[in-house]
């Protein structure tokens, strides 16, 4: 059967790019469907997506990148843009998730294209509970970020110790929601499936991102020369399959990094 990708916001930037990398490393067959900025998040055009891209992949997706396109106007207040900006990049995403769960085949990945601010380091201690821990599924999350627009919009987000800058908590709501759904998505049917979220690099950003959501050959649906040495394919083509790592990850650049790094460390010493 064809293998079957997806991407988002596929008419801007990066997610052009992605999209003519992807049809160059795809395998011959494959069907890549390009959804437009304008064209999402709301839950109908999302589900209408997810069918249409399982139906040229023979009942099934393999590849779904999410490029979210909202960006911060310079020149308009952040109360003026909050609601905006959180429903497109961040219940668009929800939705999307929503929609491709079911249609996601063994081995699948389901990339978001975030930023490097999603590391739970950037909120003040008082706020990470809201977005880490068992509880913080994707329902949860939206009415954490609710909450964030409203104490925006009545300028009461600065009391409540929120940065000012309104994509830094929209990336960590990123990283939560990708979080929350591998989670779900392990306890589900399809199993091998790999959820990440991808904040690219300067150097080679859609390479950062390709790297994180194809397989080598034999492995899925990429096709890269079998005879190529495993060290040349990995570091260009991901993870190969029976691969359970990183899953729910933040990869900047081309590194995972944890959630909350302060963590990590209390843990270490407390270990002792």
């Given at each position: 059967?064809?293998?079957s990708?997806?991407?988002?916001g596929a008419?801007?930037?990066?997610g052009?790019a992605?999209?003519r990398?992807?049809?160059?490393?795809?395998?011959?067959g494959?069907?890549v469907?390009?959804?437009?900025?304008d064209?999402?998040?709301?839950a109908?055009a999302?589900r209408?997506l997810?069918?249409s891209?399982?139906?040229a992949g023979?009942g099934g997706?393999?590849?779904?990148?999410?490029?979210t396109?909202?960006?911060?106007a310079?020149?308009?207040?952040m109360?003026?843009?909050?609601?905006?900006?959180?429903?497109l990049?961040n219940h668009g995403?929800?939705?999307?998730?929503?929609a491709?769960?079911?249609?996601?085949r063994?081995?699948?990945?389901?990339v978001?294209v975030?930023g490097?601010?999603?590391?739970?380091?950037?909120?003040?201690?008082g706020?990470?509970?809201?977005?880490?821990g068992?509880?913080?599924?994707?329902?949860?999350?939206?009415?954490?970020?609710?909450?964030?627009?409203a104490?925006?919009?009545d300028?009461t987000a600065a009391?409540?110790g929120?940065?000012a800058w309104?994509?830094?908590?929209?990336?960590?709501a990123?990283?939560?929601a990708v979080?929350a759904?591998?989670?779900?998505?392990?306890?589900?049917?399809h199993?091998?499936v790999?959820?990440?979220?991808v904040?690219p690099?300067?150097?080679?950003?859609?390479e950062?991102?390709l790297?994180?959501?194809?397989?080598?050959?034999?492995?899925?649906?990429v096709g890269?020369h079998?005879a190529?040495?495993l060290?040349a394919v990995l570091?260009?083509a991901?993870?190969?399959?029976?691969?359970?790592?990183p899953h729910?990850?933040?990869i900047v650049g081309r590194?995972?990094?944890?959630?909350?790094r302060?963590?990590l460390?209390?843990?270490s010493v407390?270990?002792r």
């Open positions: 059967m064809p293998a990708a997806v991407v988002t008419d801007l930037g990066i052009g992605v999209v990398g992807l049809r160059r490393r795809l395998a011959p494959a069907v469907r390009e959804a437009a900025a064209q999402l998040p709301d109908p999302a209408a997810a069918a891209a399982a139906a023979g997706v393999d590849i779904v990148i999410v490029h396109t909202g960006a911060v310079s020149g308009l207040r109360a003026d843009q909050v609601r905006d900006y959180i429903e990049n995403v929800h939705r999307l998730m929503a491709f769960s079911p249609v996601l063994d081995g699948a990945r389901f978001v975030s490097a601010l999603g590391s739970l380091d950037h909120l003040p201690q706020l990470r509970d809201r977005f880490d068992p509880d913080a599924d994707l329902p949860q999350l939206a009415r954490v970020l609710d909450g964030y627009v104490a925006v919009e300028g009391d409540q929120w940065p309104i994509e830094v908590a929209s990336r960590v990123q990283v939560a979080r759904f591998a989670r779900a998505v392990a306890a589900g049917p199993r091998g790999l959820v990440n979220a904040a690099g300067p150097d080679d950003p859609v950062d991102i790297r994180v959501a194809t397989l080598p050959d034999g492995a899925g649906p890269i079998a190529a040495p060290s570091p260009a991901g993870p190969p399959a029976g691969t359970r790592l729910g990850t933040l590194t995972p990094v944890p959630f909350m302060a963590r460390a209390d843990r407390n270990s």
